[in-house]
């Protein structure tokens, strides 16, 4: 019986770590079109970037992934333009030894979006409206409009009119 007993708790507590982890995954921060950024990279990201560039606000894990997620169609679209920004020019950017890929990835596309026009804005746009993206809960949800992950409230949290 007591066996049975802690079968039945060590199942539930594996069935509840994987629904916390929000993309079945414990270290997966969001996935999309056969990307996945995993929390550990977002960790680092947050740590570099506010060690490199020590910006006024503290850049934060919603801005890390929010940066990753957009980082690879910035890329490949300024290289389809004829601007590339390359890795090599990007780890120079960055004032810490041995930056981690993902914080490469983010300076690198910062750079695209600092050169991007109107007409390009408005071509990304379309794909970044049209992704569809899975975010673990603990950081919100993907809002395509800004093509940005920000807190969600949970639908169980959700007022309507008729509550009153």
């Known amino acids: 019986m007591k066996r049975m007993v802690r079968v039945a708790i060590a199942s539930a507590a594996l069935s509840g770590t994987l629904l916390v982890s929000g993309c079945g995954h414990a270290d997966v921060a969001a996935t999309f079109d056969g990307h996945t950024v ?3 990279e977002v960790d680092a990201a947050v740590k ?3 060690e490199a560039f020590q910006p006024q606000q503290p850049y934060t894990a919603d801005n890390a992934l929010s940066a990753l997620i957009r980082a690879p169609y910035l ?3 300024a290289i389809k333009q004829g601007k590339p920004q390359t890795e090599s020019a990007a780890r120079a950017a960055i004032s810490i030894h041995d930056p ?3 914080t490469v990835r983010i300076v690198q596309s ?3 979006i600092d ?3 109107d007409t390009d804005r408005i ?3 379309k794909t970044f409206n049209d992704l569809k993206v899975e975010v673990n809960p603990k950081y919100g949800a993907y809002d395509p409009a800004q093509a940005a992950v920000g807190p969600s409230t949970p639908s169980w949290l959700e007022f309507s009119a008729d509550n009153g």
Request: hydrophobic share 35%.
């Open 38 to 40: 995993t929390e550990g």
């Open 48 to 50: 570099e970037i506010n």
């Open 75 to 77: 890329i490949d679209y």
């Open 100 to 102: 981690s890929e993902s």
């Open 110 to 112: 910062t750079a695209v």
């Open 115 to 117: 050169g991007l026009t």
């Open 123 to 125: 071509a990304l746009t």
